[in-house]
């Protein structure tokens, strides 16, 4: 039984892919490369990207960042924003 499941198994996998491959329907359509004209569409490479909180012992938001990782030959692009009370200040009164 297992040999005749794997045996058409086979039949319909040759067949599917031959029709796929085969297959001529469909458009072509041209690129647009001009970004004033209708139908421009932009090709955006992908950023490896995170963003990272910092919190405090109690829990509250101290800072955010945003870190990307930057592409071979590439500076990469940091930005920091602190939040939270900008006079708060740790347990032994040292400002954060």
Known sequence: MAAVLAIWGAILLTG??????????????????????????A?????????VATEDASGDLVQVAVVAARP????GVGAAAPGGD???????????
Do not use: N
């Open 86 to 96: 900008p006079d708060a200040r740790r347990r032994d009164g040292v400002r954060m």
């Open 16 to 41: 599917g892919l031959t029709t796929v491959l085969d297959s001529r329907r469909g458009e072509t359509r041209e690129a647009v490369t001009d970004p004033s004209a209708a139908g421009f569409e």
């Open 72 to 75: 071979l030959g590439r500076r």
């Open 43 to 51: 090709f955006v490479e992908q950023t490896w990207s995170m963003l």
